[in-house]
């Protein structure tokens, strides 16, 4: 008797072709029918002790992929139907260089010191809630927004300069 890893491992050598080919035929599409093989194997693997006592795991498989499948076809059916009735998306605008910069800077920042600014001036927290959130003290709260309010400083001034 094979161990768990080699049993899963004839499972997909003898069945992988085969659950593509069978995948591919219904979506019409080899890429998504490879997601699909993937997933279906994936979701074997997580479920293997009872999988591999299944009568056929081969039509197990084939069953788990097929509704994968399915599924898959529904959505884009789903989207070719609102696409129809609400025409195109409106475009996505291109982010702003100084957004991108500051995307950049923050990137270059320690971990504290990013997540202390985000939610001190984007999420607009007071320094006694960003202390409570993060469990440290206030003063260390606020050593990090001075620090990263410098080094945030210096980095777009050396970025935009270089620009």
């Known amino acids: 008797m094979l161990d768990a890893h080699g049993d899963f491992e004839a499972l997909y050598l003898a069945g992988r072709q085969r659950l593509l080919a069978h995948v591919y035929l219904i979506t019409g599409d080899l890429g998504e029918a490879q997601d699909v093989v993937q997933e279906a194997f994936a979701r074997a693997w997580q479920r293997w002790p009872s999988v591999r006592d299944h009568p056929d795991p081969q039509a197990w498989l084939r069953l788990t992929a097929t509704r994968i499948a399915v599924s898959w076809w529904r959505r884009r059916r789903s989207r070719s139907t609102a696409y129809r009735l609400h025409g195109p998306p409106d475009p996505v605008a291109e982010p702003d260089p100084i957004v991108l910069d500051l995307v950049a800077a923050m990137g270059r920042l320690p971990p504290e010191q990013r997540v202390t600014l985000t939610l001190h001036y984007l ?21 990090r927004l001075s620090r990263g309010r410098t080094a945030l ?7 935009t300069a270089d620009a």
């Open 123 to 143: 999420a607009g927290l007071p320094i006694t809630a960003i202390a409570g959130e993060l469990g440290v003290a206030v003063g260390t709260v606020k050593a």
């Open 153 to 159: 400083g210096a980095l777009m001034k050396v970025e």
